[in-house]
């Protein structure tokens, strides 16, 4: 059966950017359209250049990692960077893909895009002893987006415990997430996203951070995103749930960015008497944070404010609020709990 005719015409359409957006996917026997209508295709669509295939057969490459370490064989590199004004995508095809142990490390202006979060997924065992640029599964790169697929990430087994484990880490200016889910499990430090000291924007997020003490030794902090040190970051609906860390676990911690918060379902949960935590802005990090139309909850903790320009509008807090700086007529609007009762920040 055929849809689109010719070839380019199908190739074109797909890779639009309102393709994407409409919900067109590409799974093993063909692709799928919004309206429910499906094409079926011999082999996957023929690329322009500057793009490249990743599939578990019939692309270009079979691991996102040997496609990212040849980047020069597809996209076009002056002096080991993309021109000033292009860019490059490298496209993953619905499929299970196994990094091991080996980091995927994106470059600057090079998107990475898969066929969507339930279809593409990336499983990997990168975990550290020391925090560096080397600690997470998926290193992010300035100017670049990774979008439309799931990752997990989590130790090969629990003979040495006392690892990092996180799904992205990111130092580069000016990167994106998008439509991403997490899965990130561990035994000593436990995070989904690390954004370390640079403006960034992640969206359309479903993170799971799980500790797992019961395998070895106890776990100690899980975070399902941390703001490291200076920067701009906006986290723009996202659903994120901590649990399983003994010492401390916290959904979102900002430690020195300026960071806001819009449609965030954020959740923090653990057994013992004080170690959930919702939003934490840290005490000695000078960081600010604004949450707009967001649902923060942890028995605990559900907000801790340490900076007198903190902004929460909209939001319902479900559990205590640490507030220094209490000024509710600056600092908290439309704040409710599970009640719906006022709650003052």
């Known amino acids: 059966m055929t849809r689109y005719s010719p070839a380019l015409v199908l190739a074109g359409f797909l890779f639009a950017s309102a393709a994407y957006g409409a919900g067109v996917g590409l799974n093993p026997g063909g692709i799928s359209f919004p309206d429910g209508t499906f094409q079926s295709t011999a082999a996957l669509p023929p690329l322009p250049p500057g793009m490249a295939w990743v599939a578990t057969s019939g692309g270009d490459y079979t691991s996102p990692v040997d496609a990212m370490n040849d980047l ?20 993953i095809a619905p499929g299970s893909y196994d990094l091991g142990t080996d980091q995927l490390v994106m470059h600057a202006d090079v998107d990475i895009v898969g066929m969507g979060v339930e279809s593409t997924n990336l499983f990997g065992y990168a975990v550290s002893s020391v925090w560096n640029e080397t600690v997470a599964l998926i290193r992010g790169a300035s100017r670049a987006t990774l979008r ?14 006392y690892k990092y484990s996180v799904a992205i880490y990111n130092a580069g200016y000016d990167f994106h997430v998008d439509h991403v889910s997490i899965l990130t499990t561990g035994f000593d430090q436990v995070i989904g996203i690390a954004n370390d000291g640079v ?19 106890a776990a100690n902090l899980c975070s399902g995103i941390q703001v490291l040190g200076a920067g701009k970051v906006l986290v723009d609906y996202a659903k994120v749930i901590v649990s399983g860390c003994d010492a401390d676990n916290t959904a979102i911690q900002n430690n020195g960015g300026n960071l806001r918060l819009v449609n965030v379902d954020a959740s923090a949960y653990c057994t013992g008497a004080s170690c959930a935590y919702g939003v ?48 509710p007529s600056n600092q908290c609007r439309g704040t409710y709990d599970d009640d719906l009762a006022k709650v003052d920040c």
């Open 280 to 327: 934490w802005n840290s005490s000695v990090a000078g960081g600010i944070i604004t949450i707009l139309d967001s649902q923060i909850r942890a028995a605990y903790r559900s907000l801790n404010i340490y900076s007198a320009s903190d902004r929460i509008i909209n939001t319902q807090l479900s559990g205590p609020v640490n507030d220094p700086y209490p000024a």
């Open 199 to 217: 403006d960034a924007s992640y969206a359309n997020l479903d993170i799971v951070i799980s500790g797992n003490g019961a395998s070895g030794s």
């Open 148 to 161: 439309n697929l799931s990752i997990y990430n989590g130790p090969l087994d629990t003979s040495n415990v």
């Open 72 to 91: 020069s064989a597809w996209c076009t590199l002056v002096n080991n960077a993309v021109p000033p004004g292009a860019s490059c995508t490298l496209l």
